[in-house]
């Protein structure tokens, strides 16, 4: 089985300053990471995925995110956050394709908040 | 660009009437999802489908069919609809080839059932 928790539902920030939203999962096998963004009444949006290699994995809007396997997490992060960066925000894990599932398991989201 | 649609962004149905949900992808991909999104329940997978007339159920099918007749097209249906399906409805695809993994989601449909 596999599973992914958000402990935060929501994260405010500075503009200007760091940001994280955190990530935890739970999967057997090697894991497939992605980070998704929901705008206001809109569908999800691809920010970035980690399938294998580097660690620190760099995506859309200047979000980066790094997988720790010892902690099994997947933060994202940004280093100076912006107004427009307020959504949502989706962490999905699922197990590769062979032996696996093409269905992934998202987390329940974190509303991101970012205050002028 | 690559596109995921959905035939509506928002509906208002009665309780009881049939309700159609289309989506379709020019992606050319295999796989096909049908979420619902509510509030603090993050997104729940109602069907998916693999292949042309392929579906298996997601964790919450109960009270939905889903139709795949053609690649590009997969359709969900409300057989009759209650007021516990009002909700936010989002479409997803992707594809099986490697290194391409993520899905591509359409705008949502959010459904009002009276």
């Known amino acids: 089985a596999q599973s992914v928790a958000q402990p935060e539902d929501q994260v405010n920030v500075a503009e200007g300053n760091p940001l994280t939203v955190k990530c935890t999962y739970s999967?057997?096998?090697?894991?497939?990471l992605f980070w998704y963004v929901q705008y206001p009444n809109r569908g999800l949006q691809f920010l970035l995925k980690y399938i294998t290699g580097d660690n620190l994995v760099k995506g859309s809007y200047g979000f980066e995110a790094e997988f720790n396997k010892s902690q099994t997490s997947f933060h994202l992060k940004k280093p100076s956050a912006l107004v427009s960066d307020s959504a949502l925000y989706f962490c999905a894990v699922r197990t590769p394709p062979s032996g696996g599932s093409y269905i992934p398991t998202f987390g329940r989201g974190t509303s991101l908040i970012v205050h002028p | 660009d690559v596109k995921v649609t959905q035939s509506s962004r928002y509906l208002v149905k009665r309780t009881g009437e049939k309700v159609f949900l289309e989506c379709v992808q020019d992606?050319?991909?295999?796989?096909m999802f049908w979420y619902r999104q509510d509030p603090g329940l993050g997104l729940r997978l109602i069907y998916f489908?693999?292949?042309?007339?392929?579906?298996e159920k997601g964790d919450i099918p109960e009270g939905y069919s889903v139709s795949r007749e053609k690649k590009e097209r997969f359709s969900l249906i409300l057989e009759s609809a209650s007021t516990n399906q009002t909700s936010m409805y989002l479409c997803a695809s992707s594809t099986r080839s490697r290194g391409l993994d993520e899905q591509f989601f359409g705008p949502g449909t959010r459904l009002t059932v009276l």
């Open positions: 489908s693999y292949d042309v007339k392929m579906k």
């Open positions: 992606m050319d991909h295999e796989n």
């Open positions: 999967v057997s096998g090697n894991p497939y």
